[in-house]
């Protein structure tokens, strides 16, 4: 596949990022954490792979904007681009030796998400996508799932923890959805979520409470691969609004159908 070279930065800069925390996974007992809320903890890790990237990146195209995790938001000279940077999207699962995790880099132009980055470190998956150009898993082609009903369909999402989201909210949508499907996953980072529906692996996605860096490469990589992504009101402010739902044509539909179904009163 022929990538641009904005795309080679991208994939180099993830890659290197990448090496690092595959060196911290082998030593995760030893790492020192600090705590950033109730159940959100981050690692050095986490801040030394961000300012790799955000080194890499800089380097190359020193006048865009950055938007990582951890840090503040940098804007840039040039005004119409922005780096979206997770640096490490599954946290809980490095800490805890869970090898589920990824880097994620989405570049914004004019306010679209043109290109997209996610790679595991662990399983040596990359995936990449540019507008336009479709999405790939190393250098094979992606395609979603062509499922066309939710029993037949694996689907992911995402369940607040601790501290964070509306759980009574959440447990009703799941109560809808699992009468409905094959099976529910949850991965534990938004961003091989999505890859996965990219891949076919996972038929559709939904997850409410995301930051952009979560989510802006992962959106690109579904649509690339032919899929639908949406916000939770059906229109496409997924970044503004915090939440997603995706799939293809038919199972996106269904699945905001679903889930948007009125609590049932007694």
């Not at 380097?59 to 990582?68: N, S």
């Not at 132009?109 to 470190?121: D, S, T």
């Amino acid at each position: 596949m022929a990538r641009s070279a904005l795309l080679n930065v991208m994939v180099q800069a993830a890659l290197k990022a990448g090496k690092s925390l595959s060196r911290d996974f082998g030593e995760v007992q030893n790492l020192q954490v600090s705590v950033k809320g109730p159940g959100d903890f981050v690692s050095q890790a986490d801040f030394k792979a961000q300012k790799i990237i955000h080194d890499e990146l800089l380097k190359a195209r020193p006048t865009y904007g950055f938007l990582g995790e951890e840090s503040e938001e940098i804007k840039g000279t040039d005004g119409a681009h922005r780096w979206i940077v997770d640096p490490l999207d599954g946290t809980t699962n490095f800490l805890h030796g869970i090898p589920m995790f990824s880097v994620s880099i989405a570049l914004e132009r004019n306010g679209e998400i043109v290109g997209a980055v996610v790679f595991n470190p662990a399983t040596d998956e990359l995936y990449t996508a540019e507008r336009g150009g479709g999405a790939f898993l190393n250098d094979r082609r992606l395609r979603v799932a062509s499922r066309r009903v939710l029993s037949d369909c694996v689907i992911g999402c995402g369940v607040p923890h601790l501290g964070r989201g509306n759980h009574g909210k959440f447990l009703v949508e799941l109560r809808h959805v699992m009468g409905e499907v094959a099976g529910i996953r949850r991965v534990g980072s938004a961003a091989l979520d999505l890859a996965y529906v990219a891949a076919g692996r996972f038929d559709g996605f939904w997850e409410v409470g995301l930051s952009p860096w979560d989510m802006a490469a992962g959106i690109l990589l579904v649509r690339e691969a032919g899929g639908f992504v949406s916000d939770f009101n059906g229109g496409t402010d997924m970044l503004g609004t915090s939440s997603i739902i995706c799939g293809n044509e038919h199972i996106q539909k269904a699945l905001a159908e679903v889930i948007k179904r009125p609590i049932p009163t007694k």
